[in-house]
């Protein structure tokens, strides 16, 4: 084994130097496929993958001949993460190149989907199928559109799914791997990792039961009691959003108290002719409030912040990219006018500071300090920009809260989104991992989903499923391979981020009314979290930013407590629902 100190640092600086180049060619590939979904361009993307597979091949075989004993603690973890190299592991050229090319197709499919409104009217999910899924009360063609995304979208990838299961269990294993469940969870470096997400799923449950009671009993007033099962499950299409992850867009109706205000900023952002590139400059003034890193030109200059008008297919699955040469960052975003696309502007922008923030680190270290902090740094910025205090100070209220009431309403819309999501973010993956490990087979790929959507959400699918249906495919995660316990636990350590910011701030009030604007002190806390990347296990870098090292859910029930003391004098004795899915 090599242990000669120069030879070590030879090694990394040649790593460096040569996977930037190779990791830049495939992003700028895949970017050109993403934002235009041709034959051509995916057959780029894919030699440029292989040859980055290649490449993390050699290498991982190469970092084997050097003595880790004799290295520094920093050194050792490069090594180890540039020989952690996934379903690149597949030295079978051929299976390689068709795992590649069915995760390809599985997100063309998905990208490309389209519901026939009727026999001329074909429309996308991004921005039709979402709009009327948000906006439409009516409850057969919500009906007809849920049914038609699922036939569009995950019908369509059916079979493609255990081929890809089956060949990406075989590439970890490579590693040693049990399973690519095992491989995505060991990112977490944390050995009790399951039950740590277990119990703070079964910590925060009491609340998503209160606001889920609550939605039903306002739900059925809207639709009529017939549509609601005996099990006390909810319809999955009445929800406002085609996976019923969310349900904020059903404010207005939701609303305890409908004379006061809601705090939606959509409307005034569209009578203030708010375009796609006002959203991204006014998410990014808040950030240089901070002090943190202000969007290079590239960014303005190359990032798709609306849905081409020219008719090409795109990926919009709002996304963010490092470009791996410290100076292309980019975002692409179907954006539409709303205070949603507001939001996601702030997360995604969220995943380019921490991109800026760790752009100087070795490559191995470009990464969040684990999936969760990536998924949470835009999310936390945006529990300030959301409070009616900075919305008035931005000119999107015209007034503030100035009551009880109003602060309930407040409340209730955060709740609609960051509560009503907990058992989603949590069952993707519970879903995921048990396919991986042979738990749940294909035969049983939508029954199991279905199980633990009906176990967890307190919803249920409105037609009957069939074995030709795949559900889990109607979700852009599943499709574009995306782990998604991250959000999970971005929702709970968000608020722990949010607290510890609003404390390095000086804030004394609720945590929900914490606006963090023009706050240095606070943005530095937060960069130099940022600052580390994946350079230290994530327990150091909650340290930095909380003083404690475990994810923690009292922040958030903190939080939402005046809320959730509400919910239980409305609801008093009707709430909770059957574990199993109703029978038709
Ligand atoms: C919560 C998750 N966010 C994201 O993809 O950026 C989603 O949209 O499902
Ligand atoms: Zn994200």
């Not at 290649?54 to 001949?65: D, H, M, R």
């Not at 493609?160 to 590693?175: K, T």
């Not at 900075?390 to 309930?408: F, P, R, T, V, W």
Request: hydrophobic letters at 35%.
């Amino acid at each position: 084994l090599i242990n000669d100190s120069q030879a070590i640092q030879d090694f990394l600086l040649d790593y460096n130097t040569r996977a930037g180049l190779i990791a830049y060619d495939l992003t700028e590939a895949t970017w050109n496929f993403n934002t235009n979904l041709t034959d051509y361009n995916q057959n780029i993307t894919l030699d440029k993958q292989l040859k980055w597979d290649q490449f993390l091949q050699e290498a991982a075989s190469n970092a084997t001949g050097y003595d880790t004993s004799v290295m520094s603690e920093a050194d050792k973890r490069q090594f180890h993460i540039i020989k952690d190299i996934g379903i690149s592991a597949q030295t079978n050229e051929t299976k390689l190149k068709r795992l590649n090319k069915i995760l390809s197709d599985m997100e063309s499919i998905y990208s490309t989907a389209k519901v026939c409104l009727n026999s001329t009217n074909c429309v996308p999910l991004d921005p039709d199928l979402t709009k009327i899924m948000a906006e439409s009360r009516d409850y057969q063609l919500l009906l007809d559109v849920w049914k038609g995304w699922s036939d569009a979208s995950g019908r369509k990838m059916k079979d493609l799914y255990p081929e890809y299961v089956e060949l990406s269990n075989e590439a970890v294993q490579l590693l040693g791997y049990t399973d690519t469940g095992a491989y995505w969870r060991s990112k977490y470096e944390t050995p009790t990792f399951e039950e740590d997400v277990l119990g703070l799923y079964n910590q925060l449950r009491p609340l998503y039961e209160q606001l889920h009671a609550y939605v039903r009993r306002k739900l059925k007033a809207i639709y009529g009691s017939d549509n609601f099962p005996a099990s006390g499950h909810i319809p999955a299409h009445i929800l406002g959003n085609m996976w019923a992850q969310e349900w904020d867009n059903l404010i207005k109706e939701l609303s305890p108290y409908p004379k006061k205000p809601t705090f939606d900023v959509t409307d005034e952002m569209i009578r203030q002719n708010y375009t796609a590139l006002k959203i991204f400059q006014t998410a990014d003034s808040f950030f240089q409030s901070l002090g943190l890193i202000p969007m290079p030109p590239e960014f303005w200059n190359k990032s798709v912040f609306e849905r081409p008008a020219d008719g090409r297919e795109i990926v919009c699955h709002a996304s963010a990219w490092d470009f791996n040469n410290g100076k292309d960052f980019r975002i692409k975003q179907c954006t539409v006018v709303n205070s949603k696309d507001f939001n996601t502007a702030h997360h995604e922008m969220g995943h380019i500071e921490y991109f800026l923030q760790y752009a100087n680190q070795p490559i191995a270290f470009r990464d969040g300090a684990n999936p969760g902090f990536h998924e949470a740094v835009g999310d936390t910025i945006s529990l300030s920009v959301n409070t009616p205090e900075h919305m008035y100070a931005i000119g999107l209220l015209k007034e503030s809260i100035e009551d009880k009431k109003s602060d309930i309403n407040y409340l209730m819309s955060m709740a609609l989104e960051k509560i009503a999501f907990l058992p989603f973010g949590y069952l993707i993956d519970q879903w995921r991992w048990k396919v991986f490990r042979g738990d749940i087979t294909p035969d049983k790929y939508n029954e199991e989903w279905w199980n633990l959507r009906c176990r967890y959400q307190g919803i249920f699918p409105p037609v009957a499923r069939s074995s030709d249906d795949f559900d889990p495919g109607a979700k852009y995660h599943i499709p574009a391979n995306y782990p998604y316990i991250s959000y999970f636990v971005s929702f709970v350590i968000q608020f722990q981020f949010h607290k510890a910011l609003c404390d390095e701030a000086g804030y004394k009030g609720p945590l929900h009314r914490c606006d963090i604007y023009n706050n240095t002190k606070a943005g530095k806390k937060l960069s130099d979290m940022l600052q580390l990347g994946r350079s230290q296990p994530w327990p150091v870098a909650m340290k930095i930013m909380t003083g404690q090292t475990k994810m923690d859910a009292q922040p958030l029930m903190d939080y939402f407590k005046p809320l959730i003391n509400f919910l239980k004098k409305e609801n008093g004795e009707d709430i909770g629902w059957q574990p199993n899915c109703p029978s038709y």
